[in-house]
């Protein structure tokens, strides 16, 4: 991003991730965090900031051992939210993830990132959230399974990756074929971030 000068470390070895804040002109370095993800029965914006800003925090709080300067860490955590209730994590198995999708065949979930800034500084932190509502067709167990043999989604919340469907430019008209019938929000939150919120959010910060 051409208008903001500072220094940016990314708390996450997600590839996807990293992809997307190269796609968006972002320079910045990756500094692999060791906080402990908590996983929860229930979802509130709390308990997802809970995670984002612990892994930003975890980072920023030991910036001292490979910061030479001022920094700004980014940290995310994205969950899948069914029936308001139901999370969807990353599945700990293949019949975990067929069981996830089978649970969203012909059905609306949210997919909902908090996005955690903090100055390496002085601590201060951020948090901000983007809500994408997805709507899936109805999926056969042969289309399943075939799916998640040739695209192992295990490192995934949900069991998928929106990617795998669609493109950005296909996400306003899903083709039929696709799992991902219509999507409501930004598309790069499904993704794993959504780097207009972040551009805003450092804009701002």
Not at 72 to 79: L, N, P, Q, R, W
Not at 175 to 187: A, L, M, R, T, V
């Amino acid at each position: 991003m051409k208008d903001f000068a500072g220094k940016l470390i990314l708390a996450s070895n997600s590839p996807r991730r990293k992809q997307l804040l190269r796609q968006a002109g972002f320079e910045f370095e990756v500094v692999t965090t060791f906080y402990k993800e908590e996983k929860f029965e229930t979802f509130s914006y709390e308990n997802i900031k809970k995670n984002s800003s612990g892994k930003a925090l975890s980072v920023a709080r030991a910036a001292v051992d490979y910061a030479a300067e001022d920094a700004i860490v980014i940290g995310a955590d994205t969950m899948v939210i069914l029936d308001s209730v139901c999370l969807l994590n990353k599945p700990q198995d293949f019949s975990e993830a067929v069981f996830m999708l089978k649970s969203l065949s012909g059905r609306q979930h949210d997919v909902i990132t908090a996005i955690s800034l903090v100055d390496t500084r002085t601590l201060r932190a951020v948090t901000e959230f983007s809500k994408t509502k997805v709507y899936f067709r109805s999926l056969n167990d042969e289309e399943i399974v075939k799916y998640i043999q040739e695209k192992n989604p295990l490192d995934k919340a949900g069991s998928y990756g929106i990617q795998d469907f669609i493109t950005y430019e296909e996400s306003k008209n899903p083709p039929p074929q696709s799992f991902i019938k219509k999507i409501e929000g930004d598309y790069y939150n499904v993704v794993g971030l959504d780097t207009g919120l972040l551009t805003q959010m450092l804009k701002r910060f």
